[in-house]
């Protein structure tokens, strides 16, 4: 079977669509934030495929940008879920609730 | 191996026009400054981090003035980081509202029991990305320049990290920015693939209109546009924004609704306008709702806010839809009216102005807040009889922001007005009466403060005065000073028609 650009299009949508629906159905804070990083990774896969039919580098170098820049989030990111757990352990996204209306 | 050595061409270093560069370079300095002085000094010393995080940003405004004088527009790394007269106006715009900002810092950071060095030194990292974002022109930098300004935004949001709300206000905002920033790569991609480039003006000449657009390319943008939706907290996409805003530092909150969503609007500008240019039958539709949805939702869940910093953002929810019209009509614009492009000193103008009275606005909270400890709109009772210059200003900046003459925010919504008159369409005299119809609905939130402000009774009967500390005082005064001055000149709308880009595909 001959594994063309297509194949890996498709992986890196059904990817995003996983994590995007994970994002928006799960409600552990920390599961959440694993789904955008499921995200990005597809956002990786797509742009790497891309340039490998372009023939261009312009689209590895983004990936190594989106690779840096989750490092970065993923610090913040815990930093913040770390403040809430120590506050309320065992805490959802539906008992981070105080504020709505 | 010298023989090889020597036949080898000689290394040039590329050539770097450091003065483009040195409004970035001066706010460095200042991060770095900042950094080292919260390093050395001891508690008594913190508050030297304020000052020098304000003096900084004034002194990364004087290299953007000489590039004004200048006036060359330079364009640098290919394309990549562009200084045209549209990056100098937002440029100019984010230092100076992130010099009030520090204003309106610098007291409650001090007198809270939280890290004073750090607030600063994020704060200017976040103003950093900003400046990136007015001069990004390429979808790496678009998006370096995004996270440069958000991940530090998404510290300061729970900057009460012992407040169980501050907390919430911070994940909630984290938790969708990162969301929206992956669904706008995910767009960058398929626009990447399609175009082979991610110079703006590159992909603006492979997107060049004709034919019907292939499905990719409608995914593609549909994906960038969303995940700045989130940014500029358009409606659907706009639910983290009140709880953040209320969760959040008052001073965190103004920025916020101020300089960041200028950012989202500096970058929906810069890809609609060079990189979309040709293809607004694709975000024309999309614009026209989101700016629709966006003003009404927002006005018509402001009615039913008690608290004054939810309404507040409601408020600067609905304020986006009008900012997000002139977007929607582009392409019907004439070419004798100047075309798609015409649509931008609108947003520009608008973000100006309200950027001065929404400031305003948050410095009154801020100030009465000090005295009440509170939040909710009863708290602002009987203000006139004890506080009258603030019952005045807090009245000023509300009537600006309903867009009542002669106060700044009238000129804004008339330009909105007047861009979406202009392409006269079906579609644009229907948007023209939504957003009448939402300046109405918005005239009773905004004068149920002046009505509690005015005529209802102090609430538990203190009448003791206010006492305004005097960085807050300046920053009142700079925002009402700008918010008369935009309303009775015509300085907003000559930078709005300032704010043209360089290099179009």
């Known amino acids: 079977m001959d594994v063309d650009a297509t194949w890996y299009l498709v992986l890196s949508a059904l990817l995003f669509t996983i994590g995007g629906a994970g994002v928006l159905v799960r409600r552990n804070p920390l599961v959440m934030f694993m789904c955008v990083e499921l995200m990005l990774n597809a956002v990786n896969i797509s742009f790497v495929t891309f340039a490998r039919m372009l023939n261009d580098t312009g689209g590895q170098v983004v990936v190594f940008f989106v690779l840096v820049v989750a490092a970065a989030e993923v610090v913040v990111g815990l930093g913040i879920i770390v403040a809430i757990l120590r506050r309320q352990p065992g805490a959802d996204a539906d008992d981070i609730s105080l504020l709505r209306g | ?505």
Request: with cysteine.
């Open chain 2, 1 to 505: 191996m010298l023989h090889l050595l020597a036949q080898a061409e000689p290394f040039r270093s590329p050539t770097v026009d450091f003065h483009a560069f040195a409004p970035e370079i001066v706010l460095s300095v200042s991060i770095v400054v900042v950094l080292l002085v919260d390093l050395v000094f001891d508690e008594r010393g913190k508050w030297a981090t304020s000052s020098i995080a304000g003096i900084g940003l004034l002194a990364a405004l004087v290299p953007v003035l000489t590039l004004a004088v200048d006036g060359a527009d330079r364009s640098l790394f290919d394309g990549a980081y562009v200084v045209d007269n549209f990056a100098l106006v937002m440029k100019a715009l984010f230092l100076l509202s992130g010099y009030v900002t520090i204003l309106i810092s610098a007291r409650y950071i001090a007198e809270g029991d939280y890290y004073e060095g750090e607030y600063y030194f994020m704060l200017l990292c976040s103003l950093l990305g900003m400046l990136v974002m007015g001069s990004a022109r390429d979808l790496i930098s678009i998006f370096v320049a995004l996270e440069l300004l958000s991940i530090p935004a998404y510290l300061l949001a729970g900057w009460r990290k012992r407040d169980l709300r501050g907390n919430e206000a911070s994940l909630k905002y984290y938790l969708l920015g990162v969301f929206a920033a992956a669904v706008m790569l995910y767009g960058m991609s398929l626009i990447f693939g399609v175009t082979g480039s991610t110079i703006l003006t590159e992909i603006g000449a492979a997107l060049d209109g004709g034919e019907a657009p292939a499905p990719i390319v409608v995914v593609g943008i549909l994906f960038i546009v969303i995940g700045f939706a989130f940014k500029v907290s358009a409606v659907p996409f706009h639910t983290w924004a009140p709880d953040t805003y209320e969760g959040a530092p008052t001073p965190i909150t103004a920025y916020l609704s101020v300089a960041s969503k200028a950012a989202g609007f500096v970058a929906l500008l810069q890809l609609v306008f060079i990189g979309f240019l040709g293809r607004s039958d694709v975000w024309g539709p999309l614009f026209w709702v989101l700016a629709a949805i966006t003003m009404t939702v927002g006005n018509l869940i402001a009615l039913r806010q008690t608290n004054i910093v939810r309404m507040l953002a409601y408020s600067s929810v609905a304020q986006a839809g009008f900012m997000l019209a002139p977007f929607a009509v582009a392409g019907d614009i004439d070419v004798d009216r100047g075309g798609p492009l015409a649509a931008i000193p609108p947003v520009v103008t608008y973000l100006l102005i309200y950027a001065a009275m929404n400031l305003g606005a948050f410095a009154v909270v801020m100030v009465v807040a000090r005295k009440t400890r509170s939040g909710e709109l009863s708290s602002y009772g009987g203000l006139f009889e004890y506080a009258p210059g603030l019952a005045v200003l807090m009245t000023v900046f509300i009537f600006a922001l309903a867009g009542i003459p002669p106060l700044g925010g009238w000129l804004a919504k008339f330009v909105v007005f007047r861009a979406l008159l202009d392409a006269g369409t079906p579609a644009a005299i229907v948007l023209a009466v939504i957003a009448a119809v939402n300046s109405v609905i918005s005239l009773f939130y905004y004068a149920s403060v002046a009505r509690e402000m005015w005529m209802r009774p102090v609430p538990d009967g203190d009448r003791a005065p206010i006492r305004i500390p005097a960085s807050l005082g300046s920053a009142l005064a700079l925002a009402a000073a700008f918010t008369l001055l935009f309303g009775v000149s015509n300085v907003a709308t000559r930078f709005g028609d300032l704010a043209i880009f360089g290099f179009l595909p």
